[in-house]
């Protein structure tokens, strides 16, 4: 039986300078032990042969901090992290960490100080990624080690100097270091931003959830900035329109045997109304395919979970989408914001000279949009 968890939103961007530590870093750690941690590791760990990569990463955040230690247990109960290896359906997802207060709550570490992590790192993406071009040793040590990182109240890197050697830059940034697995000394810094000081009290028991039906989640996934990049790794691009509202369609969840969360993803069902590229001749009027963002049902109320920032598609609105099949023949929306792409924005960077239009995300979405208008409109 699963357990009940219930899960905190995000609050109104009003409060969000008064409530970030650091544009760097998330809430820090509450809960009785506040920075000294224990991790307990699921039998996946072994059986996936992710120990040494899970030990690297205890390691090597061990003794940065006089007020951070994290050291392995057998008991899983209680304010003890849990790290899992497993799979998802979700392409180029490396890693995931959820994060809980002392009330055993799923909170959204930006605004509640939370007590326990549990930490997931998908061997299927890891082993498939780039079509099959396995992660070295030093590359999965860097996503074991990277999602410790959230766990300690790291978020990603935002200073642009420290990009290309923080442990914490986000995975579809393009000046990230796979081969680093170890913090930088800017890293360093931002963990003793967080516990250099008093601890922070968890989580009040009085907190009302009632009305929050929202989680923003920070994953490490496979991004592409160029158009040859994207198509190169997509297997189909289409022209295409969600049939169903976000709330209508299929929302699937899994949760491991101690009733965390596991994974989620939604299918999504598309009229397609023109391939741009890719093997069509199985592809029909309509096609299923997976997006990242979901509703989870976690009994006492369902919530929306947000895979960094990503905004799902609309019903009715036509789309350049960007797919790629996994081993089960099952397509997938890729590269979260910067693989849908409106058919009114194409239309608007076609007739706008470039850099005159601004789109919904930023300047690679801006680049990418470009590229797309000038390869495809012909097509429109």
């Known amino acids: ?92 997802l490396f890693g995931r960490t959820n994060w809980y207060n002392d009330l055993g709550i799923n909170v959204d570490p930006d605004w509640f100080s939370y007590s326990r992590s549990v930490v997931s790192i998908y061997h299927n993406q890891l082993k498939d990624y780039q079509n099959g071009i396995n992660f070295t040793s030093t590359r999965i040590r860097h996503t074991t080690a990277h999602e410790v990182g959230h766990s300690l109240g790291l978020a990603h890197t935002t200073s642009s100097a420290q990009l290309s050697t923080s442990l914490m830059t986000e995975g579809n940034n393009p000046s990230v270091n796979r081969n680093i697995n170890t913090p930088s000394s800017y890293d360093i810094s931002e963990l003793r931003s967080l516990y250099g000081g008093p601890a922070f009290m968890a989580l009040s028991s009085n907190e009302d959830i009632s009305n929050q039906s929202e989680i923003h989640i920070e994953t490490q996934h496979a991004s592409y900035a160029t158009l040859s990049e994207l198509s190169d790794y997509s297997d189909l691009v289409v022209i295409a329109s969600p049939i169903d509202d976000f709330e209508n369609r299929k929302h699937i969840s899994t949760f491991y045997d101690t009733g965390d969360l596991q994974d989620y993803y939604t299918l999504n069902n598309l009229t397609i109304k023109k391939v741009l590229s890719g093997d069509k001749s199985n592809i029909g009027e309509n096609l299923e395919v997976i997006e990242s963002n979901s509703i989870v049902d976690f009994g006492a109320q369902k919530i929306k979970m947000i895979n960094d920032g990503y905004k799902e598609t609309q019903k009715g609105q036509d789309y350049i989408l960007f797919l790629k099949k996994d081993s089960q023949g099952q397509y997938q929306i890729i590269n979260r914001n910067e693989g849908t792409f409106t058919i009114d924005e194409v239309n608007s960077a076609t007739v706008n000279r470039p850099g005159t239009f601004i789109t919904r995300e930023n300047s690679v979405r801006d680049s990418l949009l470009s590229e797309i208008a000038n390869t495809y409109s012909n097509e429109l």
């Open 1 to 92: 039986m699963k357990k009940i968890i219930a899960a905190c939103s995000v609050l109104s961007a009003s409060l969000l300078f008064s409530s970030i530590v650091s544009a760097d870093t998330h809430k820090p750690r509450g809960g009785n032990d506040h920075g000294h941690i224990q991790a307990w590791y699921d039998s996946s760990v072994s059986s996936y042969g992710y120990t040494g990569h899970f030990d690297h990463a205890v390691s090597t955040w061990n003794g940065r901090n006089a007020n951070v230690s994290i050291s392995k247990t057998l008991n899983n109960s209680g304010q003890v992290d849990r790290y899992y290896v497993g799979t998802t359906a979700e392409l180029g």
